[in-house]
Structures are given as C-alpha cells and as structure tokens.
C-alpha cells in the first residue's frame, strides 16, 4: 500500500512539475545582446561560435571597398561619439575608453621633441614644440619665439607625433554569434552578439596578431541602419543590388572560417590540435558538422 501511494505521489509530481524554463522570468527569456531575440523556451540546439572573416578575401571585399571600409566606419563613428560603448573582451562587459582604444591604435610611438626655452639659441633645422605646434628652425642663432617669428621658424604640424594603423591594416573581424535552432519554426538562425576588431600579424612590427576592440553588435547594427548613405556593402557585378552593411550580415554575405565553438576549457581550434594544418582542417570539419546537424534538426 505504502508503494502504491509514493507511485501516485510521483505521478502527481510530474504533472504538476513546472518545467524549468517557465521558472525564468520573461525578460530573462530574451538575450538583451540579440537582434529579434529568440525566447529560449523555443530553442531545441544552441551553440555560440567564434568565426574570423577576413576582409582581404575575394568573397568578402564589398565589406572593404577602397574608401568604404567597414573598418573605416566604424573609427571615424568612434572619434566622433556616434559610437560610445567599446569593450575589452566579448564578455562585454568591461568597457574601454576611448583615449586607450587609440592607444592602442599607434603602430609606432611619437618622437620626444622639447619644449621652446626663452634665451635659448636654436639652429637651423632643430625641433621645438610650442604651444602643441612643432616647429623647426629656418636659420642659425635664433632666440625668438616661434609662433611670432615666421622668417625664422616653420611651422611642421604632425612631426613627432604617433604613426596609427591605418583602417585598411585592420583587415580581419572576428564575429561572435549563436547557432540557434528554433523548435516552432524549425529553423536555424545565427545571432550575432559581438564583431571584434583585429590588426593581423603581418601589418604589425612584432608579427603578431593585434586584438583592437569588441563592440556590440546591437550598437553596431543601429549605427549601420542610421547610416545607409555610408554604411555600403557593395556588390561587385550589380551596383543596383549594393546593400547596408547589416543588411549583408544578416543575409550572411561572408565568408569566414570558425576560430572557437563554447566548450569548457573555452579554447580555440588551433589550441586543439598538434599543428596548424590538422587546426585548418578540423575547422573545416567542425563547420561540416554545423551543417549536418542543421540538417538533422529539419526532421524535428
């Protein structure tokens, strides 16, 4: 008897048993870094992946365009406020300043030129900074001052100061996205959360690869709807077809190969394996075995 009624007490549990999604708020159902969210009680597979699109690739130069560059966009949205919140990581949840995001933009360091000393005699062609403007001196035995003397002093804005990668060294992104299968409308889609400035090894003094900043891509999405007189993806065979840049993401008009998929030790493919090449080529697998399970999932 006593079995029977712990049957009827189990029974009763899993009936009544709220499953665990409903336990989660509303709001906390929605990723607040996606666009168009898709609420997780309708997530049959999810999978967050690291892809790296490089810009110098064929497939991927209307992101480049020579005067259009994504990169460009967003530095100049950057120097001019139109784009605030910079992050350290694709956590995003450490931000950066603006002054350190160009510091780390210098390729190489300003050169230390002094200051202008009343009395001092100066010669022809030393170097002073007065008043923040460079100026080097026309002729010997000069003691007058800089800004008021233009017989004996030349006006040289811009030596001395710092050399900045130039937007097109900034040639690779890596995008930050979940892999969703959404169980009503038994469809995959990708979000993408985050799209990372890189500086790749070869434009670099030390040969190494240059992490820049991580933006949202929320933010970054709303500066390329505000902006469709700029913001260009463009086609190379049909100028009629050019697209805003948010609009050639969402349409997935790249072409990248996967750097990380989430797993616990959160490393990268190029970490899992002995050598480069097996790296190369289990990146290509894994993106196979993406491809497959999306296949997979159709059934549902």
Known sequence: MANVKKF?????????AVPTFAQISELDQYNPNSIEPIPRYEHLFKRRVWRTVDLKEKQNKGFFPRGGEITAFILDAVKSG????IYVN???????????????????????????EAGSEYYEGDQVRYNGTVYTAIFDEITSIPSDSPDDW??????????LFLPRQISKLRIMED?????????????????ELLIPGSETLDQVELPLAVFKYKDLHKLFMDNPDRAIWMNRYNSAENKNFAEALTLRLFRSSLFKFENP??????????NRMEAVLASEWWEMQLMEKEHNLWEY
């Open 179 to 195: 892999v969703i299968f959404d169980k009503r409308r038994s469809r995959l889609y990708h979000k993408i959360q985050s799209i």
């Open 8 to 16: 009827f007490l189990v029974v009763l549990a899993g009936i009544f």
């Open 90 to 116: 694709d956590s995003l949840t450490t931000k950066m300043s603006k002054d350190d995001f160009f510091a780390k933009m210098v390729y190489q360091e300003g050169l230390q030129i002094d200051a202008w």
């Open 154 to 163: 030349e006006a040289t804005p811009g030596v001395g100061d710092a050399v």
């Open 82 to 85: 139109e784009l605030f919140d």
């Open 265 to 274: 030790d959160n490393d990268p493919i190029v970490d899992m394996y002995k």
